[in-house]
């Protein structure tokens, strides 16, 4: 069955510094990835997906998700992160076959001043 | 504004009560979809609708009740519920060919049943 899990539930990290929030998966066939952000009382945000090409994928707000398919992982990163990009961040892949997508149980990450 | 409007963004309601949360898209997508929310829980899906046609309906109780009159809206008609369905609840909408394109979410409707 196909599942997407991300191992933190919290990521603390300084202004600053580089950050990364980390998505593994599970999937037969060739995965279709996304990261997803949200906001306080708000809905999920779309930030990056990967479907098919470079492995390093660049998207919203300066993040980019490196896919690793012998690792089966989609890390997302930042290379400085902004006290703004404190906020939930969801990992999800597509149900093979479906348009449906699974998501993971989301990861919070908070940026110190 | 994403493109997926949702209204109201609050609602409170007793557990005899009937209301109705909406959702409305202006994106040309094909499918529309209602997500649960709940506190340290992971996304739930509840209802994907196709071309305006309900094609999974994830074991949710009847005392939630969808409907799609057209490809722009989508409607959770509510009854007699449960202070366990307190929830921010999600709607999002897709087009659908290969998967690929992602989601677009509207801010939620945050449900309380007191």
């Known amino acids: 069955a196909q599942s997407v899990a991300q191992p933190e539930d919290q990521v603390n990290v300084a202004e600053g510094n580089p950050l990364t929030v980390k998505c593994t998966y599970s999937v037969s066939g060739n995965p279709y990835l996304f990261w997803y952000v949200q906001y306080p009382n708000r809905g999920l945000q779309f930030l990056l997906k990967y479907i098919t090409g470079d492995n390093l994928v660049k998207g919203s707000y300066g993040f980019e998700a490196e896919f690793n398919k012998s690792q089966t992982s989609f890390h997302l990163k930042k290379p400085s992160a902004l006290v703004s990009d404190s906020a939930l961040y969801f990992c999800a892949v597509r149900d093979t076959g479906t348009y449906k997508y699974i998501f993971g149980t989301g990861t919070r990450l908070k940026v110190l001043a | 504004e994403t493109g997926v409007t949702q209204t109201p963004r609050h609602l409170v309601m007793g557990m005899t009560n009937k209301k109705s949360l909406k959702c409305e898209q202006h994106l040309g997508h094909n499918a529309m979809y209602w997500y649960k929310q709940s506190a340290k829980k992971p996304l739930e899906l509840m209802f994907v609708y196709s071309l305006e046609e309900r094609v999974e309906n994830n074991s949710v109780p009847s005392r939630f009740s969808p409907e799609c009159p057209n490809s722009s809206h989508l409607f959770l008609h509510l009854h007699t519920l449960q202070p366990e369905d307190s929830a921010l609840y999600l709607c999002?909408?897709?087009?659908?060919?290969?998967?690929?394109?992602?989601?677009?979410f509207g801010s939620g409707t945050r449900l309380t049943v007191v």
């Open positions: 999002a909408s897709s087009q659908e060919t290969q998967g690929a394109g992602g989601y677009t």
